[in-house]
């Protein structure tokens, strides 16, 4: 669902965080997903747009507390007066995405634990990194933009450039042996995924 960058009062803070937000989920959502959450947008009333609207207002100004039990006429006529149902969804969908994120690093952590410095290789493989924290692994391909894709490693999101999908014929759903340079943990990186792809070495459909 699109906020006009017209209200009042979401500033210019508020406007690029729900923009990342906006992002991120886009990259969780298969296909199918993401025409129903475009139906979502286009069939909604003005009522239920202003209540997310509010709700957001509520949470962005919430200094990181819980999902609280605000008025949300979304869902269906008998579950439009169940707040706290819905605040719990909201809920554990913002834990399922911290527990996802958690586990990718937990991930991370073994790989370079079992790859001191001492131990890195030259070329990157399955089983080492390099010094340059290049590793070889599968990724299954989540998008596939105009400008860029995205795949999903065991150790995390991986950033795919413009063209590689297109030139090896990937879909949505494939899977893709690349070499991946490592960008940071989420608290030092200036990237938004972890990984970026630096080459692609073969692929397999579903």
Request: aromatic fraction near 10%; proline fraction near 2%.
């Amino acid at each position: 669902m699109t906020l006009s960058t017209s209200h009042h009062d979401l500033n210019s803070n508020d406007i690029q965080y729900l923009k990342d937000i906006a992002y991120l989920k886009a990259l969780e959502r298969s296909p199918e997903e993401e025409v129903q959450h475009h139906l979502d947008c286009i069939q909604s009333s003005n009522e239920e747009k202003q209540a997310l609207h509010e709700l957001t207002l509520e949470f962005l100004h919430s200094d990181g507390k819980e999902w609280i039990n605000e008025e949300m006429n979304i869902g269906s006529v008998e579950d439009s007066d169940n707040y706290e149902y819905w605040c719990n969804l909201l809920d554990e969908a913002e834990m399922n995405m911290d527990m996802n994120t958690f586990e990718d690093e937990e991930m991370c952590h073994k790989l370079f634990a079992d790859n001191s410095w001492e131990k890195r290789e030259f070329c990157p493989s399955t089983m080492a990194l390099t010094k340059k924290s290049h590793f070889v692994a599968w990724s299954e391909i989540t998008h596939i933009g105009e400008s860029y894709s995205t795949g999903e490693s065991d150790y995390g999101k991986v950033f795919i450039p413009n063209g590689f999908a297109q030139n090896h014929g990937m879909e949505v759903g494939d899977y893709c042996l690349m070499t991946i340079a490592f960008k940071g943990f989420e608290g030092s990186r200036d990237t938004t995924m972890p990984w970026r792809s630096l080459k692609i070495h073969k692929f397999s459909k579903p």
